[in-house]
T-cell receptor, first 114, second 113 residues
């Protein structure tokens, strides 16, 4: 069985400051992990994915995440927030042998303060 | 190449009415999924299909039925809508290969009064 916990339901940061969205996971297998972003009234867009290659994963729009097996974490970061980053972010886990079953976190709403 | 499309985009139903949501994909993916998204709960899997003519239950299947008569289409049916089914519904597709990810449609917003 697998699960994912997003530790913050809402994060607010000022424009130009760093972003940290926290995610812990639980999986019986070596997991694949993803971050998806959802802008208001839009569908889900893949930000980045980890599939057992490099532990530091770079995604689109300057986001990156680090897989830490010892801490069972996959936190999302960005050095400098932009107004366009305001959205809902989902951490997602799947079993190693196929991404046919995804388990979603409950989401973190990111607000950017001008 | 449209990817994953969903019809309709928005619908209002009265309790007890029925409707069908259509998901269409042009990527020739084997797997298709229906999720519902509710505030504070992320996405939850309703039903999925691993190929034409197959369907399987997900996490929250009650009150829904699905059919996959053609590989490119996955239909989600509500036989007797209830207010608890007010939600945003997302369709997704996937093809085998551990590097692959799921691709999502734009969503259907359903309000049941």
């Amino acid at each position: 069985a697998q699960s994912v916990t997003q530790l913050d339901s809402h994060v607010s940061v000022s424009e130009g400051t760093p972003v940290l969205l926290r995610c812990n996971y639980s999986s019986s297998y070596s997991p694949s992990l993803f971050w998806y972003v959802q802008h208001p009234n839009k569908g889900l867009q893949l930000l980045l994915k980890y599939t057992s290659a490099a532990t530091l994963v770079k995604g689109i729009n300057g986001f990156e995440a680090e897989f830490k097996k010892s801490e069972t974490s996959f936190h999302l970061t960005k050095p400098s927030a932009h107004m366009s980053d305001a959205a809902e972010y989902f951490c997602v886990v799947s079993a190693f042998f196929g991404n046919e079953k995804l388990t979603f976190g409950t989401g973190t709403r990111l607000t950017i303060i001008p | 190449n449209a990817g994953v499309t969903q019809t309709p985009k928005f619908r209002v139903l009265k309790t007890g009415q029925s409707m069908t949501l259509l998901c269409a994909q042009d990527m020739n993916h084997e797997y298709m999924y229906w999720y519902r998204q509710d505030p504070g709960m992320g996405l939850r899997l309703i039903h999925y299909s691993v190929g034409e003519g197959t369907t399987a239950k997900g996490e929250v299947p009650d009150g829904y039925n699905v059919s996959r008569l053609k590989k490119q289409n996955f239909l989600l049916g509500l036989e007797s809508a209830a207010p608890s089914q007010t939600s945003v519904y997302f369709c997704a597709t996937w093809t085998s290969g551990y590097q692959e990810t799921q691709y999502f449609g734009p969503g259907t917003r359903l309000l049941v009064l």
